[in-house]
């Protein structure tokens, strides 16, 4: 019987399922965050667990299931912590729960780490030693795979590097600051500045694609180039701390990684001298990468578990 792993990405607006063998992807999902997260925790969690299982072909066997979910995470609880985007699954005891429903250990990972670690095993940043991922998103997540291994902070907590202050005003972010970098530069931030120039009937997550369309027009590729800037000023504060050989940019707004790098590479050509260089480039595996990323994380776990 072939043995099969799950991945599930719980993201701000959408989530993702995937099946995983050891030969690769074998099934994927998708559906809206908002759809799963009604009902009483329980419902929550047995309709996560069917969704789960009806990837699952009756002639493969569920071995492990990881979970790759927005914001903070407590791994040794196995509980997500964000209230602020994910309000629906947060203080759920996600881990106990799905695993009492599934019968299987499961893993639970910050998003921008399970799509960092698909993206370093089998994506555009393979084998890389010091690998940094964007997932430009809802938010923007920031992971640094190091020798293959998550870089981690105190208490095994993934550092939510995308809050700090890239400008002296502007709106005040959901994390207390004026001026953030992640309310300034995820895809929801350019979704923003290009929604003005769009029809009104264009549903939001249409946005930045639509927007791609009419790059030839002047207006809208600055757009693009203004975003690409702040997304540069930020990622030049990172460049600097953690000196990565690879960058990897993922999420939906790297579709348009063509319109906004000319912005990001003007930006960062102002201090590059101070931190060396890297190499830049697209994610490979698209929206999905966290579910792959999360289901082979439980792969991992239990190969880890084997040989223990
Ligand atoms: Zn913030």
Same mark, same amino acid.
């Given at each position: 019987?072939?043995?099969?792993?799950?991945?599930?990405?719980? +993201?701000? &607006?959408?989530?993702?399922?995937? &099946? /995983?063998? %050891?030969?690769?992807?074998?099934?994927?999902?998708?559906?809206? &965050?908002?759809?799963?997260?009604?009902? @009483?925790?329980?419902?929550?969690?047995?309709?996560?667990?069917?969704?789960?299982?009806?990837?699952?072909?009756?002639?493969?066997?569920?071995?492990?299931? +990881?979970?790759?979910?927005?914001?903070?995470?407590?791994? @040794?609880?196995?509980?997500?912590?964000? =209230?602020?985007?994910?309000?629906?699954?947060?203080?759920?005891?996600?881990?106990?729960?799905?695993?009492?429903?599934?019968?299987?250990?499961?893993?639970?990972?910050?998003?921008?780490?399970?799509?960092?670690?698909?993206?370093?095993?089998? +994506?555009?940043?393979?084998?890389?030693? $010091?690998?940094?991922?964007?997932?430009?998103?809802?938010?923007?997540?920031?992971?640094?795979?190091?020798?293959?291994?998550?870089?981690?902070?105190?208490?095994?907590?993934?550092?939510?590097?995308?809050?700090?202050?890239?400008?002296?005003?502007?709106? $005040?972010? /959901?994390?207390?600051?004026?001026?953030?970098?992640?309310?300034?530069?995820?895809?929801?931030?350019?979704?923003?500045?290009?929604?003005?120039?769009?029809?009104?009937?264009?549903?939001?997550?249409?946005?930045?694609?639509?927007?791609?369309? %009419?790059?030839?027009?002047?207006?809208?590729?600055?757009?693009?180039?203004? /975003?690409?800037?702040?997304?540069?000023?930020?990622?030049?504060?990172?460049?600097?701390? %953690?000196?990565?050989?690879?960058?990897?940019?993922?999420?939906?707004?790297?579709?348009?990684?063509?319109?906004?790098? =000319?912005?990001? $590479?003007?930006?960062?050509?102002?201090?590059?001298?101070?931190?060396?260089?890297?190499?830049?480039?697209?994610?490979?595996?698209?929206?999905?990468?966290?579910?792959?990323?999360?289901?082979?994380?439980?792969?991992?776990?239990?190969?880890?578990?084997?040989?223990?």
């Amino acid at each position: 019987m072939k043995e099969i792993f799950a991945g599930v990405d719980i +993201g701000g &607006t959408g989530s993702r399922f995937v &099946t /995983y063998g %050891y030969d690769g992807l074998l099934a994927q999902m998708t559906m809206a &965050t908002a759809d799963l997260a009604v009902g @009483d925790s329980d419902t929550k969690l047995s309709r996560l667990a069917s969704n789960i299982l009806k990837l699952v072909p009756a002639d493969a066997k569920l071995l492990g299931t +990881g979970v790759g979910a927005s914001g903070p995470v407590d791994r @040794d609880q196995g509980i997500i912590n964000n =209230p602020d985007t994910l309000p629906g699954f947060t203080g759920i005891r996600l881990v106990a729960g799905l695993e009492r429903h599934l019968g299987v250990p499961v893993t639970i990972e910050n998003d921008a780490m399970v799509a960092a670690i698909a993206e370093q095993r089998v +994506g555009a940043g393979k084998h890389a030693s $010091r690998m940094l991922m964007l997932t430009l998103g809802t938010g923007i997540g920031v992971a640094l795979v190091l020798d293959g291994k998550p870089f981690r902070g105190l208490h095994g907590a993934h550092p939510e590097a995308s809050h700090f202050p890239i400008m002296s005003d502007g709106d $005040r972010c /959901y994390c207390g600051i004026e001026g953030c970098w992640e309310n300034l530069a995820s895809r929801s931030a350019l979704q923003r500045m290009l929604r003005p120039h769009l029809s009104s009937t264009i549903a939001d997550r249409e946005v930045v694609g639509q927007g791609a369309k %009419y790059a030839n027009e002047e207006h809208i590729r600055e757009i693009f180039f203004n /975003y690409g800037t702040l997304l540069g000023r930020g990622l030049l504060v990172l460049q600097a701390l %953690y000196m990565p050989n690879v960058l990897v940019l993922g999420g939906g707004a790297a579709d348009q990684f063509e319109l906004f790098m =000319p912005g990001l $590479r003007a930006s960062m050509a102002k201090s590059n001298h101070l931190v060396g260089n890297f190499e830049i480039k697209a994610g490979a595996l698209g929206d999905i990468a966290g579910a792959i990323g999360a289901a082979i994380a439980a792969r991992e776990a239990g190969n880890a578990a084997r040989v223990r």
